[in-house]
């Protein structure tokens, strides 16, 4: 009655809603109803190498070791024979478990009762399951059909657990990737710039696309670094698989580990089931490391090994996993001032660094101001319902002699700021027009200070933010005007403005007669 109790149990545990680890342990549990063993357990076959999934009554050793068939003759047996063995309690093939049972306390005495059944799957060897006990007649009189039900059973629940494992990764990883993808949607902008910078960034974005090299973007923050990673994967033969983002200064210390490689369950506290990393979840695509210069020493070993050798191991586990995933890294740190100082590892920063992009901050390419505000204004404009907006042309001026230490994440937020601002008392539909005053205060309060050591000795006053806007102004305008041999069609150009635009503000500087 026992035994068919058993039987029935291990069915039932076949269609129950069960993690992987449960299957198994209840797989043993339901065992121990019908065959007295000491210790039982339940292994997985990989590649002539049996790996416990499931022990009962086995000592922490006996569980985190894997056990090789060339080494192991007993377990060689069990896999080789076509039916469950029940050993003698004399045999000569040394027993793997021998001293390592909890119920032998001295861990001196050899173990006398010895069964194992071959787990297979439409014919193939899947695994084996093994019981033991230290009393030689424990298994004596358990009918060979019954053991070979409980072998067919145990392995269907194995192929059954195996299967919903890997389902429910196959789903984590999908949903990591439709996380990713609606991050893209909302995030991701054209790059917007006609300046000479801008241009060669976007030849380098090409040139480095099509190739494998890994990637560091530097830059200051805002000034699209996460854009140019996008923008690099777009133009790689990985396009069509996915760009995984990391942001590595929110990563904390005691978790990184377990979020760039996953874990098993029980790793730790609060693993309550396997989980794959970013790395597994990007393996055919390519990582975007972002603010690769905040993660600790701790992890930047283990990230050099798996960017070197394409394996990793989750925390928790002794199994490597091969991936084959593209690095994007940026930063706003100085790495090699980081290398230097002992708080990044010069190996790992080689690895990175086999493409150095620099994208340029903003006040280096004032002249793609007015193209991101037109974008900007019309992303806004889609997304509050206002009618259209339209910047003033003295406003413009005011946005292309800001010298932006925020970059164009602090225009994009300036932009915001005044346009609802601007549209406070409009109609709604009717067009909105920013004008200086929209802008004058946010500027002022957001104007990054010189370090003292920078001012001249005169502790003579600052000149009023209009009064600076002009002189830098007519500096800009001479000196690109010096350039361009006195065309002023192309210094229009250069400035991003229009020509009837640059000699009206010109006339109101006094360069040009009105």
């Not at 292994?43 to 922490?60: C, K, Q, Y």
């Not at 991050?183 to 099509?210: F, W």
């Not at 340029?360 to 889609?382: A, K, M």
Request: charged share 25%.
């Amino acid at each position: 009655m026992k035994r068919l109790k058993t039987l029935t149990a291990i069915a039932v545990d076949l269609t129950t809603a069960l993690s992987e680890s449960d299957r198994y342990l209840r797989l043993l549990d339901a065992l121990k109803r019908a065959i007295p063993y000491d210790a039982a357990t339940l292994m997985r076959l990989e590649n002539d190498t049996l790996i416990p999934l499931a022990t009962r009554g086995l000592t922490p050793e006996a569980t985190a070791r894997t056990y090789h068939r060339s080494t192991h003759p007993r377990l060689d047996r069990i896999c080789a024979s076509e039916t469950p063995i029940l050993f003698a309690p004399n045999a000569p093939l040394p027993d793997p478990f021998d001293g390592l049972l909890e119920a032998d306390h001295q861990g001196l005495s050899h173990v006398h009762a010895c069964l194992g059944c071959p787990l297979r799957v439409k014919g193939v060897l899947v695994g084996v399951l093994t019981a033991d006990a230290l009393d030689p007649t424990a298994f004596q009189g358990i009918p060979l059909p019954y053991l070979e039900a409980i072998g067919a059973l145990a392995g269907a629940q194995m192929q059954t657990a195996r299967l919903i494992a890997a389902l429910e990764e196959s789903a984590h990883k999908k949903g990591e990737l439709a996380d990713n993808l609606m991050h893209e949607a909302i995030h991701t902008l054209e790059m917007v710039g006609r300046s000479k910078r801008m241009q060669n960034l976007k030849k380098e974005i090409d040139l480095v696309g099509s190739s494998e090299f890994s990637v560091l973007i530097t830059g200051e923050t805002g000034v699209g670094k996460e854009l140019t990673a996008r923008a690099i994967h777009r133009a790689s033969p990985r396009k069509g698989q996915a760009l995984l983002h990391v942001n590595c200064a929110a990563l904390p210390e005691q978790l990184a580990e377990s979020e760039l490689f996953g874990h098993k369950k029980g790793a730790f506290t609060g693993a309550t089931r396997d989980r794959a990393g970013k790395f597994e979840v990007a393996d055919g695509g390519s990582l975007f490391l972002d603010e690769v210069g905040e993660l600790p020493l701790a992890i930047q070993a283990t990230l050099l090994r798996a960017i070197q050798e394409g394996e990793i191991q989750r925390v928790g586990s002794e199994t490597l996993h091969h991936v084959d995933v593209r690095i994007i890294a940026a930063t706003n740190r100085d790495l090699e001032l980081e290398v230097r100082e002992g708080r990044f590892r010069a190996d790992l920063f080689h690895r990175l660094n086999v493409y150095p992009i620099h994208v340029p901050p903003l006040r280096e390419r004032r002249s793609d101001i007015p193209l991101l505000t037109g974008v900007f204004c019309e992303r806004l404009q889609r997304k509050l319902g206002t009618g259209p907006v339209r910047v003033a042309a003295e406003a413009m001026e005011t946005l292309c002699a800001y010298p932006w230490p925020g970059n164009i994440r602090e225009l994009d937020n300036l932009i915001s700021r005044a346009l609802l601002k601007a549209s406070y008392d409009v109609p709604r539909g009717d067009m909105i027009i920013l004008t200086p005053s929209h802008l004058t205060r946010d500027l002022k309060e957001e104007v990054t200070p010189e370090p003292r050591a920078s001012r001249q000795i005169s502790e003579a006053p600052a000149p009023p933010l209009r009064e600076a806007v002009r002189r830098f102004q007519k500096e800009r305008i001479l000196m690109i005007l010096e350039e361009e041999k006195g065309n002023w069609a192309a210094t229009a150009r250069r400035l991003g403005m229009h020509r009837s635009n640059l000699h009206s503000l010109a006339a109101r500087l006094g360069l040009k007669k009105k």
